[in-house]
């Protein structure tokens, strides 16, 4: 034929067809079959055929699944992901190694049941066999066995403690992957589990993985239920949480910051200043600063997220009082501006000097807020019914007077004796700038816990 024609009935190579993915599947013991998978196929028709192929009877208690380490199960809804050049292994069903697991677990061998408890964290991070596990009652079995778990084996401590830290362990990490899916309600678990999972957070504390897993239990229930919140806030305190932060390990300080986090979240409103007290009693504050912010290591991104969340929980706690107006008639707050200037004029005297004529007294008043830098130097409760900042300004002047009270004896009294021109009222700068903090963190408003 002539050059660069070619015949007419030559075959010209066309991409494969969009719906066939090539792979490679494994079978124990034999070699790697390789095989063109058509995904318009129903998988039950594909996995007969590959079990016809290696004369397997009962295709259907095989199933396939990835052959990396996530041993992800292939279904209907999932076979779309399968690439080009995947592995797969051909495996037993989910149903079929739910049903096995579900009998390993309970085997009086340790050695044996420890296994089955490995192969069951491994598996259940998978949807469709955990479906399987739970519908079997797999969670009942894993808590029956945290629950009674400690008592049943402590008589033979020295040879079992080793084997029972592990088992343990892995019975948690189970119990948190299968939870993880969604599929069972968590409203369904006893006090006695509650309290089981509580005392390791103390009991386990050198065992990290325990610890950890624990921790993450702790917060999912709290998280998830109000009735579990109410029980698990019985069980666990801030006090029991605190030293968990103060260790090196930052996994489990995020955790631990996490179910504090969760406690905060769920607590009711009249709570949750109770335990933001509670919080800076125990100097958390400082504890977060020296053992995770300065500590000689990055913060992950987890770690930056949880203590972001409870910075805005804490913050938030302050809406009611920058919200809040000051009453002028209201003695007891009335009282708060008194001590204000009782402190800056009157440090040295009398706190209830009482001496010269009302009118006096009314005179000299007025001029002292004046020097503190109120605009009403008659009345300067007005000061501070405008919200925000409302009540929240003054707590932080009284609380600036009483902690630094000579830095703020200086200021006043700096201030009253400058020109109008250079003048830096100390009330009317302490208004705006508390106005200002709550803007700039954003105190009271609804923010997506995702940052």
Known sequence: ???????????????????????AIEW????????EIDQKKPLSSIIKEVCDGWSLA????????????????????????????????????PAQNAQQL?????????????????????????????????????????????????ERYQKLQKIMKPCFGDMLSFTLTAFVELMDHGIVSWDTFSVAFIKKIASYVNKFASDISILQRSLAILESMVLNSHDLYQKVAQEITIGQLIPHLQGTDQEIQTYTIAVINALFLKAPDDKRQEMANILAQKQLRSIILTHVIRAQRAINNEMAHQLYVLQVLTFNLLEDRMMTKMDP??????????????????????????SGSIEKRK???????????FINHVNPAMDFTQTPP??????????????HQ??????????????????????RSSIELTKMLCEILKVGELRKLTC
């Not at 124990?28 to 095989?35: H, S, T, V």
């Not at 409302?390 to 902690?403: R, T």
């Open 102 to 150: 579900h009998e390993r677990i309970q085997s009086s061998s340790m050695d044996a049941k420890l296994e089955a408890l490995k192969d069951l964290a491994n598996y259940s991070r998978d949807v469709t066999f955990a479906q399987e596990f739970i519908n079997l009652d797999g969670i009942s079995l894993l808590t029956q066995m945290v629950e009674s778990g400690t």
């Open 390 to 403: 409302g009540m929240l300004a003054l707590d932080n002047m009284l609380y600036f007077a009483k902690h």
């Open 363 to 373: 005179s000299m008043y007025t001029r002292d807020y004046k020097k503190l830098g």
């Open 406 to 427: 000579d830095a703020y004896i200086r200021i006043v009294l700096e201030n009253s004796s400058r020109e109008d021109k250079h003048e830096c009222p100390f009330g």
């Open 58 to 93: 009962n295709h259907d208690q095989f199933a396939l699944q990835h052959a990396d380490s996530s041993n992800f199960y292939i279904t209907e809804k999932n076979r779309n992901e399968i690439k080009n050049g995947a592995i797969l292994r051909l495996t037993t069903s």
């Open 28 to 35: 124990p013991g034999a070699f790697p079959k390789l095989m």
């Open 329 to 354: 008639q209201d003695q007891a707050q009335r009282d708060i501006i008194f001590e204000l200037r009782r402190i800056a004029f009157d440090a040295e005297s009398e706190p209830n000097n009482s």
């Open 1 to 23: 034929c002539p050059v660069g024609l070619a015949p007419r009935n030559s075959s010209v190579a066309m991409p494969p067809p969009a719906d066939i993915v090539k792979v």
